[in-house]
């Protein structure tokens, strides 16, 4: 019976040790996955902000973070519609006066993001944008 009862405990050990690999590994590849995105995000948005062409963009992502060129589209058009005029509207309310969480609050209460998802019109200028946001509740 020593013996059957040690090769229970044994087994259940491995077991329990590689659950927690494995929870590990997810989470460190959650982690990975997550810097990665954030590196093409910011880098985008530099690229972008400086007045680099899409075309240019799209090819150097491609080039040094690995993505297919779909992505790559996808990725400058989500982040010239969506990611900087939210960000851009954001800085030019702190410019306005507001705090951070004063900020944060009129994004979500007037659902931006979404609103930049459906209406690509909005993302021209950030005061326009304000007062848009305002006006299509």
Not at 36 to 43: D, Y
Not at 69 to 79: F, S, Y
Not at 105 to 127: A, C, S, T, Y
């Amino acid at each position: 019976m020593p013996k059957l009862l040690n090769d229970i405990l044994s087994g259940t050990s491995d077991i329990a040790i590689d659950a927690v690999k494995n929870y590990i590994d997810e989470k460190v590849n959650k982690s990975i996955t997550k810097e990665r995105n954030n590196g093409i995000e910011i880098t985008t948005e530099t690229l972008i902000e400086a007045g680099i062409k899409d075309a240019v963009i799209i090819n150097l992502l491609v080039k040094y973070w690995g993505l297919l060129d779909d992505e790559a589209r996808d990725i400058v058009r989500i982040i010239k519609t969506i990611v900087y005029p939210y960000n851009a509207l954001a800085f030019y309310l702190k410019e306005q006066g507001y705090t951070s969480k004063e900020v944060k609050d009129f994004m979500n209460v007037n659902h931006v993001r979404i609103k930049l998802r459906h209406n690509h019109e909005l993302w021209k200028l950030p005061d326009k944008l304000m007062q848009k946001v305002k006006e299509h509740k």
